[in-house]
């Protein structure tokens, strides 16, 4: 038996809630909403909890003891999206994410809505997790901010240009022994009513801070360096946007170092730097995303996917694939049909996000 979680109909029930609600005074600022796992053979528990807070920030804890397979159905949202998770307990099928592992990923493409997609956990596990979402552009641009020199330049670039379509930006790092603490502050937090939310928005500011300082002080570490000076770091960035935009058929290295302006030893250097990884293991990243994204469109076949995104050869497409992915195409492609078909989809599907290694 699989057991099913709608946290998409605790949002809207809470929405229904505030709209048909009389006015009262509060102590409490949270507009979250709680869904509790139903098991009816009561042999399993849990629960998905959203917090979200004027200034922003929405926390989500979620926690399950797990007799049985569970599909979470989670609620939409509207991009642009920041989101911070981080794993404590159990490993994310969903997002291949291990305990004691995290997380940092943006999803810039607005002017669209993302359906309520879904997580799958399976039976005879323990999970615990802690999610932040905050609207990077909201968030990193208010009135008190002054400057955005302390943000990845990633980051940067995005809330500075309008030109977005290749700015996404994706992390993973280590739980750390201070995130670990704060963490375990979070799900253990001792305070009630008003106090409580101040405590857990100031502890998520924490985490948030964690998260961005070593990206942000490594690309300083960056511009200080003997190898990269000026705007070396910019020609970097460039780079990248020429490659994903023909990611079909990329120019040489010795090409792409020509068309940014960097010789061919910096531009593999400062790539490593700033990406950690080469020039063609970003390429061959974002190749892999993006037929996994084209697959899911269930609109041409696996010879076509694999045409679009550079591989003549089938074989070698689903060798790739299968590394980056470790299922063949074919087999993700059948879940996902499955999935859809029983509109309890357990796959998570993000477009355009930054597939930095």
């Known amino acids: 038996m699989t057991l099913f979680l709608s946290a998409r109909e605790a949002y809207h029930q809470q929405q229904n809630t505030t709209l048909t609600s009389e006015p009262t005074k509060t102590n ?48 939409a949202y509207n991009l ?10 159990g490993d994310n099928e969903s997002e291949m994410i291990p305990a004691g592992q995290n997380f940092t990923a943006t999803y810039f493409d607005f002017d669209q809505e993302i359906p309520g997609s879904g997580s799958y956990w399976q039976a005879g596990q323990c999970i615990l997790e802690v999610e932040i979402g905050i609207n990077p552009q909201e968030f990193f641009c208010r009135d008190e901010v002054s400057g955005l020199d302390f943000l990845p330049k990633s980051l940067q670039l995005y809330l500075e240009t309008d030109n977005i379509s290749f700015l996404n930006y994706f992390r993973m790092g280590q739980n750390t022994p201070e995130i670990q603490i704060i963490l375990h502050q979070i799900v253990n937090c001792p305070f009630q009513g008003l106090i409580k ?26 511009m200080r360096s003997r190898i990269l000076r000026g705007d070396d770091i910019n020609r970097i960035y460039h780079a990248r946007a020429i490659l994903i935009s023909n990611f079909d058929n990329p120019p040489s290295l010795l090409e792409l170092a020509r068309q940014v302006g960097l010789n061919d030893y910096k531009l593999k250097i400062g790539f490593r730097q700033v990406f950690n990884t080469t020039v063609f293991g970003y390429l061959w990243a974002y190749r892999m995303e993006k037929a996994r994204t084209l697959i899911m469109s269930q609109q041409m076949t696996i010879k076509q996917v694999a045409k679009i995104v550079g591989y003549d050869c089938p074989s070698r497409f689903a060798v790739a694939f299968k590394k980056r992915f470790d299922i063949q195409p074919s087999q993700y492609l059948d879940r996902f049909i499955v ?3 029983t509109e309890k989809n357990p796959f998570r599907h993000i477009l355009g996000s930054d597939f930095s290694l």
């Open 28 to 75: 409490s600022y949270n507009t979250g909403y709680l869904a509790v796992l139903d098991d009816p053979k009561q042999q399993s528990q849990g629960y998905y909890h959203v917090m979200a807070f004027p200034t922003g920030i929405n926390l989500l804890v979620k926690q399950y003891d797990l007799a049985e397979d569970l599909i979470v159905e989670t609620e």
């Open 197 to 222: 939310e101040i405590y857990l928005q100031t502890k998520c500011l924490e985490l948030i801070a964690l998260k961005l300082e070593p990206d942000t002080s490594g690309e300083r570490e960056l």
């Open 80 to 89: 642009p999206l920041m989101e911070f998770s981080f794993a404590l307990v």
């Open 339 to 341: 999935a859809k078909n």
